[in-house]
C-alpha cells in the first residue's frame, strides 16, 4: 500500500545548538492512513541538495532520518525571525516534546504551513452560527493557527 505523500521538498532547518546555523533537508508530509501515522520525515542533504542519487548513498541518509509525529503537533505558526536564508520565510512546528524552526522559500510558506495543519488539525468544515442576541450577523474572519484567515459565514 502506497503512502499518502501530501508534501515534499527542500528546507531548512534551524540547528538549535552553537550559532543556530541552518541546514538543508528534504522534507515529506505524510497523511495518516490504516497503516501509518501522520509525520513529517526529513534528512539532511549533504551534497548541496540534490535526492536524485543512487541507491546506497540515499539509502544511507535515509537511515539517519527524522520524524516529527504529527500526533503530538501542539502548533504551526509563521514567525518573525532574522537571520534565515536568503528569499525564504520561517515557521515553526511546536510539539509536545520540542520546537521545531524551518525556513522555506516565500512562496511556498503559506502551502506548506497550510498543508502541515491539514494534516496535524484534521478538522471539517467549520460554520459559525449567530444567535439573534450575539455578535452582528456577517462573516467573521479570525486567525487561524498562524495562518492566513480563514473566513466564517453566518
Not at 542533504?45 to 543512487?54: I, L, M, R
Not at 452582528?136 to 495562518?147: A, H, N
Request: net charge positive.
Amino acid at each position: 500500500m502506497e503512502e499518502d505523500i501530501r508534501k515534499q521538498g527542500m528546507l531548512y532547518l534551524q540547528q538549535q545548538r552553537f550559532g543556530k546555523r541552518w541546514k538543508r533537508v528534504w522534507c515529506v508530509l505524510y497523511r495518516e492512513n490504516s497503516c501509518s501515522v501522520s509525520r513529517l520525515e526529513f534528512f539532511v542533504c549533504k551534497d548541496g541538495g540534490s535526492v536524485e542519487k543512487n541507491d546506497r548513498s540515499l539509502r544511507k541518509q535515509l537511515e539517519h532520518k527524522k520524524v516529527i509525529r504529527l500526533a503530538d503537533c501542539i502548533r504551526v505558526s509563521e514567525l518573525e525571525l532574522d537571520g534565515c536564508p536568503r528569499d525564504t520565510g520561517p515557521f515553526l512546528i511546536e510539539t509536545t516534546e520540542k520546537i521545531y524552526v524551518f525556513a522555506v522559500h516565500r512562496q511556498q510558506l503559506d502551502d506548506w504551513t497550510h498543508k502541515l495543519c491539514e494534516v496535524a488539525f484534521p478538522v471539517g468544515k467549520h460554520t459559525l452560527k449567530h444567535h439573534q442576541n450575539s455578535a452582528p450577523s456577517g462573516d467573521i474572519t479570525f486567525k487561524f493557527w498562524g495562518l492566513k484567515d480563514f473566513r466564517l459565514n453566518s
